[in-house]
């Protein structure tokens, strides 16, 4: 029998998510409490928002912090690079749901 040792992150008696390593399990944690944080800076603005979008926006705000410091520092946010034309005579083929599948030569 192995014996694995799980750190679980746990907020208001809800547990959230499990790691494998103290400090994914750490970074997790901190990102929660900013993503906190933002909530209740986000509830202030005068911009009519739900009390589940505040949610949503202080989460995703949180998980980029990083991008969004930067644009807030003054940087242009990095833009989307454009897709790579595919040949017709190329290996891959696009599906309609975005997935690129190998194709099989005989």
Known sequence: MAVVIKYVVERNGVERMTFT???EAD?????LDVAESLEHMLSKVDVPL???????????IAKQKDEFLSVLK???PDTPKKAKKVDADADDTDNSDGKVTKLNQA
Not at 27 to 31: E, L, R
Not at 50 to 60: G, H, K, R, T, Y
Request: glycine letters at 4%; a neutral charge.
């Open 21 to 23: 390593s103290k400090k």
């Open 27 to 31: 970074a997790y944690d901190k990102m």
């Open 50 to 60: 739900s009390e589940q979008q505040v949610e949503s926006l202080a989460l995703e």
């Open 74 to 76: 003054g940087a242009k």
